[in-house]
Structure formats: C-alpha cells, structure tokens
C-alpha cells in the first residue's frame, strides 16, 4: 500500500518568509509525528498528534513553528518569519497507534536563503 | 531527557564481512530501542527493534543485542552485502508512544 507522502519534496525560500510543509500518512494510522534533520545529523522530535490534537509539542522549537492536522489525518507544518537556520529536511512519520513503529516519509529538503 | 550516544560514525567492511554499531543510552526509562536504515534521499526505515524486556532479537543477517544494566545496545550485520551500504541510527524511547530520540548514525560502506 501507499506509505507516507510528503510534499513539496524540496522548498527554496526567502528569509522572513512563510511555508507549509504538509503530510499524509498511511490510511488509518491514528498517530503522526514531525521530525527535523540537520544535516549529518539524526532526526530529532518536534511534535506528535494522536488523532487531531497535539499529544506532544515539546520539540517544536520556538513559536514560530506550528502544526495542525483537523481532520485527523493530513498535516500541515507551519514555519513563520523563516531564518536560515530553519534549513534542513522536515520528516514525517505515521504508526497505527501511539505504541507501533515508526514509517517514515521521504521528507521535505527546506533551504531558507 | 534522553540522550543516545552512536559509534563509529563511519564504518567499511569488505563484502561478506560482518559489521558492529555500538549505542549508549542515558535514561534507564527507555524500553524501547528500534535501528533504522537511511538510504540517500529517503526517509529511516525500521529493520529491527528491541523491547527492555528482551536481551537479543534476531531477524535473518541482522541481530540486535540490549544490556540494561550498562545501557548498552549494539546492531550486528553479518554477511555484509553492497546494498547493506547505508547510514544506521540506533534510537531510544521511554514514552508510551515514539517520541524517539536518535543517535548521530553511522555511514556504513560495504566494499564488493
């Protein structure tokens, strides 16, 4: 079956600017995380949602940073005022509930010019 | 929190040879450590995990080894083959659900 799908698969923008990175994971997994990687680096935690609301955002990294997912499927990553340092690839993982394995996306490559 | 160390960083091994990855964890929590495999350009993939209550799981080439006591668990890859050439996390989660921390990752080179 389909696994989870990113899109875009890179995004070029501007310092100060706004972008939206979206997911969708695999048909009927209730849990869905965000992950950050720098290059070189692994994955680090940002935010997971059991169903529609925000389980844990205890990654995201300050207030510009932002995530939704209304209808308990699709999600959205939402990053204000971007800065250079936002540059990396943002993954998305989905599991059939909390306690399940991981299955990653192949991410967004973000570069903030 | 959690804080999970990865060693080497790089590691090549001749084809058929086999290959160790060495992880420390700091938080005696954790119960759950699972190995991702990273190809360029695409996202980790599982290819084993382990449970605290468990000290060794082993799925065709690949086993998984845990000591609790010194918060130590390893990957071994025998039978090294060129598509085996890849970057490794190990991971570590005590959280009811994945909020995995990873470790750095080793680039693994298998020679043919």
């Known amino acids: 079956g389909a696994g989870v799908s990113q899109t875009p698969s890179n995004k070029v923008t501007e310092k100060g600017k706004y972008v939206e990175l979206r997911c969708d994971p695999i048909?009927?997994?209730?849990?869905l995380y965000w992950y950050r990687q720098s290059l070189g680096q692994g994955p680090e935690f940002l935010i997971y949602?059991?169903?529609?609301?925000?389980?844990?955002d205890s990654g995201l990294p300050n207030d510009r940073f932002f995530a939704v997912r209304p209808e308990g499927s699709v999600s959205t990553l939402k990053i204000q005022r971007t800065e250079r340092g936002d540059s990396a690839v943002y993954l998305c993982?989905?599991?059939?509930?909390?306690?399940?394995?991981?299955?990653f996306g192949n991410g967004t490559r973000l570069t903030v010019t | 929190g959690e804080n999970v160390e990865q060693h080497p960083s790089t590691l090549s091994v001749q084809e058929g040879d086999s290959a160790v990855i060495k992880c420390t964890y700091s938080d005696s929590a954790s119960n759950y450590f699972p190995w991702y495999k990273q190809e360029l350009g695409k996202g980790p993939q599982l290819i084993i995990d382990i449970r605290s209550n468990v000290g060794e799981k082993k799925d065709q080439r690949i086993a998984v080894t845990l000591n609790k006591t010194a918060k130590h668990f390893s990957l071994h890859i025998t039978e090294t083959q060129p598509e085996d050439s890849a970057v490794y996390f190990c991971?570590?989660?005590?959280?009811?659900?994945?909020?995995?921390?990873f470790g750095i990752g080793t680039k693994l080179q298998v020679i043919p």
């Open positions: 949602f059991q169903g529609t609301g925000a389980a844990d």
């Open positions: 048909s009927g997994h209730t849990a």
């Open positions: 991971a570590a989660t005590a959280g009811g659900y994945q909020k995995v921390t």
């Open positions: 993982a989905s599991s059939l509930n909390g306690d399940s394995p991981l299955h």
